[in-house]
T-cell receptor, first 109, second 116 residues
Framework: GNSVTQMEGPVTLSEEAFLTINCTYTATGYPSLFWYVQYPGEGLQLLLKATKADDKGSNKGFEATYRKETTSFHLEKGSVQVSDSAVYFCALRANNLFFGTGTRLTVIP | ETGVTQTPRHLVMGMTNKKSLKCEQHLGHNAMYWYKQSAKKPLELMFVYNFKEQTENNSVPSRFSPECPNSSHLFLHLHTLQPEDSALYLC???????????????FGSGTRLTVV
């Protein structure tokens, strides 16, 4: 079946620290992979995506590379800001969109 | 604004009430979805409508009843809910295309439902 596993968190970092949120997936076939972000009181917003192996998605300083050999799509950012505090969801699209449980990130000044 | 609008933003209802959640998308998409987001659980896909036809119902209790009158509007009718149904209900839409890598979904801001 299709599933996504991501690190649970919460994650607390100081401003300008390096961020990694791990995500691995199980899927039949070749899914598209996504990272969504949810700010307090809001719905989910698409952050970045990758549609095939070795693709790198990037947006707002965040990056993730589709690694077929390790079935992973880890989210990284070199220098986080307080405004990056949110919940981050890894997802895969097979027929429908399947989400991980989300990782809450808090960035402190 | 994402182009997907959900109303109301907050709803408190008693277990014997009947209410409806509304979702409207202005993106020209042809598929719409209801998700349930509960604390410490993955988002649960509830219903899928593709070209106004319901194509998926993930074992959702009958006290939740979806309606999709056209490709821009989606409703979730609620009746005799339980306290454990309290959650954030998210609507999403997408443009489904054949023979092309599937894209992500566009989400609304959600309706925060509290059942008392």
């Amino acid at each position: 079946g299709n599933s996504v596993t991501q690190m649970e968190g919460p994650v607390t970092l100081s401003e300008e620290a390096f961020l990694t949120i791990n995500c691995t997936y199980t899927a039949t076939g070749y899914p598209s992979l996504f990272w969504y972000v949810q700010y307090p009181g809001e719905g989910l917003q698409l952050l970045l995506k990758a549609t095939k192996a070795d693709d790198k998605g990037s947006n707002k300083g965040f990056e993730a590379t589709y690694r077929k050999e390790t079935t992973s799509f880890h989210l990284e950012k070199g220098s986080v800001q307080v405004s990056d505090s949110a919940v981050y969801f890894c997802a895969l699209r097979a027929n429908n969109l399947f989400f991980g449980t989300g990782t809450r990130l808090t960035v402190i000044p | 604004e994402t182009g997907v609008t959900q109303t109301p933003r907050h709803l408190v209802m008693g277990m014997t009430n009947k209410k409806s959640l509304k979702c409207e998308q202005h993106l020209g998409h042809n598929a719409m979805y209801w998700y349930k987001q509960s604390a410490k659980k993955p988002l649960e896909l509830m219903f899928v409508y593709n070209f106004k036809e319901q194509t998926e119902n993930n074992s959702v209790p009958s006290r939740f009843s979806p309606e999709c009158p056209n490709s821009s509007h989606l409703f979730l009718h609620l009746h005799t809910l339980q306290p454990e149904d309290s959650a954030l209900y998210l609507c999403a839409s997408s443009q489904e295309r054949t023979a092309i890598q599937p894209d992500g979904y566009t989400f609304g801001s959600g309706t925060r439902l509290t059942v008392v």
